[in-house]
């Protein structure tokens, strides 16, 4: 395949990429003076206080209920100033597609990303010309997060589409696993998403 475009994270998103297995996992940490948030809580406790330092008074928005994105939870329980979860977790707040969040300045709106996990949300973030969407793994740079068969698939395929109708070219999506992105970018270089549009 051909090199891809690579996207230069502004100023106030930092990716923390942590260690999960043989892999890595991204937590995503928004700074911002008027309140600042973390996404997802990567899998040891251990790796992802390293990662953040003395880092609190964030809200953490968890975007599915992986072992690989909440392992490190309890480490952050009590610097966490509120969580957001689709699932059950300790300390959090319960979230549902549709829902709106306000985050110090920062507008948050849920949004539906069932198929990988079957209670996975995405959180579309703005602040002034500031977009990203916190997809976790429902979709990577030139890729989909795995489905446990067809129907899962199915559902995937119809709830980011849905998702994607609401995110403008110039989204930065933060993935649960991979490099940061674009909607412009897999618009062109994502098979998945490529031929759903096309299709």
Known sequence: PSPRQSVVPPAELCQIALPFEDDWVNVWQLNHPDGSLLIDAGFHSRDLLAAIGDFSGFD????????????????????????????????????????????????????????????????????????????????????????????????????????????NPETLILTGHGPLTSVAIENRENPFIAGWLGG
């Open 60 to 167: 953490l928005l968890i975007t599915h209920p992986h072992r690989d994105h909440i392992g490190g939870l309890g480490a952050v329980l009590d610097r966490a100033s509120r969580i957001f979860s689709p699932s059950t977790l300790p300390s959090a707040e319960i979230v549902y597609p549709s829902q709106t969040i306000e985050s110090g300045s920062w507008r948050i709106t849920v949004m539906d990303l069932r198929g990988h996990h079957p209670l996975a949300v995405g959180y579309r973030i703005q602040l002034g010309e500031s977009h990203f969407f916190a997809s976790g793994d429902a979709v990577f740079a030139r890729s989909i997060g795995g489905c446990a068969g067809k129907t899962a698939y199915q559902l995937a395929r119809a709830t980011l589409l849905e998702a994607w109708e609401q995110l």
